[in-house]
């Protein structure tokens, strides 16, 4: 499935200005200003000026809030676009209820307590963003992320994301029989997404600490719905000989 961008001169303005080069000034600015996150219960709130703001909206980490106070902006950072910041590019602290600024370990402990699937989570997020594309949440898809090429609001998104552990196991309870992937499948292609399964294998390191991460391993697999009315050969080819044969 190609791109779909919106409107005119989009694929050109995406192309100007790469997402690595903006999650890269966003990763600058953080550690300059030394920002840090209040951690709230799943997520992170992080309180930011104008221009730490519009770094945050292009490169598509967290949703600002609307609040009563006029001279603060707020963001709310996702538990994986958090531990990205934390963890991955190193730009972020996360400070929890008492005051006490959380290790990337106790973050990790923490986030696993609220979702017990984070490993596996984490691990297809950064690996998605690795590669320079905008992961978002796709709770309103059915599915664990989207992933567009740019920003949402120059492309549509592309890829509908199940993050997935490999083998069987008490974690891996979706598209396991032939209903569920019809029916992710064809909510996928109605929506024009191609659903991406994002396998991790742990290789036996279980999950103790963030350490572990760079021990796991990804596979990426595509799952498309066949059209019936595809057909390997040009019809169209096959009726004008039929034509001239008759003649």
């Given amino acids: 499935m190609k791109p779909r961008w919106k409107g005119k001169g989009s694929k050109a303005k995406a192309s100007a200005d790469p997402m690595s080069k903006i999650v890269s000034q966003l ?33 598509c980490f ?3 809030r609307i609040t009563a106070e006029k001279d603060k902006q707020w963001f709310q950072l996702d538990m994986e676009e958090t531990f990205y910041l934390c963890f991955s590019l190193k730009c972020l602290q996360v400070i929890s209820e008492d005051g006490s600024i959380k290790s990337n370990e106790e973050l990790w402990e923490y986030f696993k307590s609220k979702k017990p699937v984070f490993p596996i989570s ?12 905008v992961v ?19 492309v549509h998104s592309e890829y509908a994301v199940l993050a997935l552990p490999e083998g069987d196991n008490d974690l891996n309870v979706r598209l396991r029989v032939w209903s569920d992937v019809h029916c992710t499948v064809r909510l996928c292609g ?16 279980g999950a103790n600490s963030p350490s572990c991460l760079e021990h796991y391993t990804v596979e990426e697999r595509t799952i498309t719905r066949w059209n019936p009315e595809q057909s390997r050969e040009d019809q169209r080819g096959l009726q004008n000989q039929t034509k001239e044969g008759i003649l």
């Fill in 27 to 59: 990763q600058s600015s953080l550690i300059q200003t030394k920002t840090c996150g209040l951690l709230s219960s799943c997520s992170v709130l992080v309180e930011v000026d104008t221009e730490l703001a519009d770094l945050l909206n292009r490169a």
């Fill in 122 to 133: 984490y691990k297809a997020y950064s690996h998605l963003r690795h590669k320079n594309w």
């Fill in 136 to 154: 978002r949440l796709g709770l309103q898809y059915g599915v664990d992320f989207v992933a567009y090429r740019h920003h949402p609001a120059l």
């Fill in 62 to 64: 967290g949703r600002p």
């Fill in 190 to 205: 109605s929506v024009a997404k191609t659903l991406l399964i994002v396998v991790v294998n742990s290789n036996g390191l």
